[in-house]
Nanobody, 118 residues
């Protein structure tokens, strides 16, 4: 089993910045994809925000965050980071850390609240 521990997030004003990080432990592997999905409301579907693989290749970025959010990874630590800049109110939601071995199931973190409000 893979455990995901995320940190960061919180509250900021529009235009502000927040950082997220997530570390995977347990039955990890050298070939994986990690990143972040988010759910804007408890009723809405999860959407991908950004994904990066263990080769440090960015494999997905949500259109609305391009140019504002930066995903990076440290594959020596099985850790992924999300630097969120120029935050907007529609970035508000619960952000879920995601981990998937190349040939394996999805794993999800517990969810981290990000709130952008004046």
């Amino acid at each position: 089993q893979v455990q995901l521990v995320a940190s960061g997030g919180g509250l900021t004003q529009p235009g502000g910045s927040l950082n997220l990080s997530c570390t995977a432990s347990g039955s990890t592997t050298n070939l994986y994809t990690m990143g972040w999905w988010y759910r804007q409301t408890p009723e809405s579907q999860r959407e991908v925000v950004a994904l990066i693989n263990s080769l440090n290749e960015v494999t997905a970025v949500k259109d609305s965050v391009k140019g504002r959010f930066i995903i990076s990874g440290d594959n020596t630590k099985n850790t992924v980071y999300l630097q969120m800049n120029s935050l907007r109110s529609d970035d508000t939601g619960i952000y879920y850390c995601y981990y998937k071995k190349t040939w394996g199931p999805d794993h999800w973190g517990q969810g981290t609240q990000v709130t952008v409000s004046s």
